[in-house]
């Protein structure tokens, strides 16, 4: 059977829309609000001494990261909702003639959360201010999803091997490895119906449907370039949608008023390991990596205080970790009559040099920056650009051990990685705040041949050559131009959010399977 597979057009062939309305309507007490992509909520209610509703009063919710104040008031309900909140550190001050201004602080909010903060506004005596440092809420009321936030304190402090963020996702309950797949299952259901989302954007590839890179490389994201994310394994909203299984909502780092860096390396080296029992007792005293070496750093701070933040992470992976080709067949191998004794010895030596063990090493190279841009007191604007090189030789055959198989029969795998991606936050009146997000990326796999054409197998010995797969020139060559549009209405007790999310991608696949010919 062959196949060739090569999607190109002058424009982009597919178009993936998926457009989300909802209206959610509650009942008195306060608006609640959807999960948000990226981004948090704060929302509450303003009353009197007597429990009445304070309309009109003013709310200034103040990130204490960045020194970026978002100001709304209270509609006639005495709710006031800020949308469309960057994650970490905020006070909020609520105010009106004739009551006494009320600061709540050192509250956390996180992504994807609604933190409701609710005020009873005092009478205005000779006190003019009131301070309440905010306690942690044991109960969030307005959460209708199953969820769990995997905090930086988490991702900071718990021990992981591979630096791969997204394997945090498993300390959420309703969640498991998807088999040897690295794909993670929610509730039973398979990996390939997951979505990803970072900084609100779409992190997923068309084609394998997989997460950007796949598990074919480390990470595509640094764990030094991200803040925290949401795992949620039902009932999130049609906004985080677009998936059957979990969903991950993430958020990258910002800089703030205060610089802050870090700089790490890790080692893994096979004399400080201890052997695998279950190998060692099977006589195997190889270790599978030889050595692996993660090293990098971040650095955030502001351009202009209170206005423009930066954020820069680099983060390299050296990986070497050998190969062994064996053979079920015994040497020399016996030869007919018609083959002569010169050919016979001549066979059995390319045979024998085949086998044996190979180097083998994993080389990623990751940079993020982002830029976080005040405008105005309505007006906020970040983007971010994200790129990974990922190199592996004699990678096509990722086993540690390859049985009949020989050198040849593999291929250097290599990934490239570019993502940009842009968000808009404004504030158009009290009542409604407008986000706006654009992304373009490229996702290429390419997988070239060790051996040359034709692929020949001989039964019991080996095989050799060019494997029937290879090589993919582009497997796949993936571009995406997403644009995303969401208003957030408050209305009386009630808040209404639409949106719009169109995905055009362009999928350039050439992979022309036994292409070079079969041989047994």
Not at 404 to 428: C, L, M, P, Q, Y
Request: proline share 4%.
């Amino acid at each position: 059977m062959t196949k060739q597979m090569k999607c190109e057009r002058n424009s982009f062939h597919k178009l993936m829309v998926g457009v989300a309305f909802a209206a959610l309507v509650v009942g008195s007490g306060g608006a609640a609000l959807a999960q948000t992509a990226g981004v948090g909520t704060i929302t509450g209610t303003l009353t009197d001494a007597s429990a009445a509703v304070v309309p009109d009063a003013s709310v200034v919710v103040h990130n204490t990261d960045t020194g970026v104040d978002r100001s709304v008031a209270a509609n006639g309900a005495g709710i006031y909702v800020a949308t469309f909140l960057q994650p970490g550190h905020y006070e909020v001050t609520a105010s009106k003639a004739g009551f006494a201004k009320l600061v709540r602080k050192d509250l956390t909010l996180q992504v994807g959360q609604t933190l409701t903060l609710d005020f009873q506004m005092p009478v205005q005596t000779t006190q003019e201010t009131v301070t309440v440092t905010a306690e942690g809420t044991l109960v969030d009321t307005e959460k209708t999803d199953l969820s769990q936030v995997v905090s930086t304190a988490a991702v900071q402090n718990l021990p992981i091997a591979g630096r791969r963020w997204e394997t945090f996702a498993l300390l959420a309950p309703n969640t498991t490895g998807d088999g040897g797949s690295g794909l993670i299952s929610y509730r039973g259901i398979s990996g390939l119906y997951n979505s990803t989302a970072v900084d609100g954007a779409n992190n997923n590839q068309a084609f394998f449907s997989e997460a950007k890179g796949r598990t074919t490389v480390p990470y595509v994201y640094s764990m030094d370039s991200i803040l925290e994310f949401q795992v949620s394994s039902s009932n999130y909203s049609a906004e985080l949608g677009q998936a059957a299984g979990g969903v991950i909502n993430a958020v990258t780092k910002s800089g703030g008023n205060v610089i802050h860096g870090d700089l790490f390396y890790y080692l893994r080296y096979q004399t400080l390991n201890a052997l695998d029992p279950i190998n060692k007792a099977a006589g195997n005293y190889t270790q599978p990596i030889h050595q692996q070496q993660q090293f990098g750093g971040s650095v955030g701070g502001p351009i202009k205080k209170d206005r423009l933040f930066y954020f820069l992470t680099y983060d390299g992976s050296r990986k070497v970790n050998p190969i062994s080709y064996t053979s079920s067949a015994k040497f020399p191998l016996a030869c007919p009559a018609q083959v002569t004794a010169a050919l016979c010895s001549g066979a059995n030596g390319f045979f024998s040099s085949q086998l044996g063990a190979f180097p083998r090493f994993a080389n990623q190279d990751v940079a993020f920056g982002k830029l976080d841009y005040q405008l105005n007191s309505k007006n906020h604007v970040n983007a971010s650009f994200n790129f990974d090189n990922f190199h592996s030789p004699n990678s096509y055959n990722t086993a540690i051990t390859s049985a009949n198989n020989s050198i040849t029969a593999n291929g250097t795998a290599v990934t490239h990685e570019r993502i940009f991606v842009a968000n808009w936050d404004s504030t158009i009146t009290n009542s409604m705040i407008n986000a706006v997000r654009f992304q373009w990326s490229r996702d290429k796999e390419v997988i070239s041949a060790n051996g040359s054409a034709p692929s020949i197998s001989v039964t019991n010995v080996m095989a050799y050559g060019m494997p029937n797969a290879l090589p993919r020139p582009a497997f796949p060559d993936e571009h995406r131009l997403q644009f995303t549009d969401i208003l957030s209405y408050n209305h009386g007790k009630h808040t209404f959010k639409v949106g719009a999310d169109v995905n055009l991608i362009h999928e350039l696949l050439i992979n022309l399977f036994q292409g070079g010919g079969v041989y047994s």
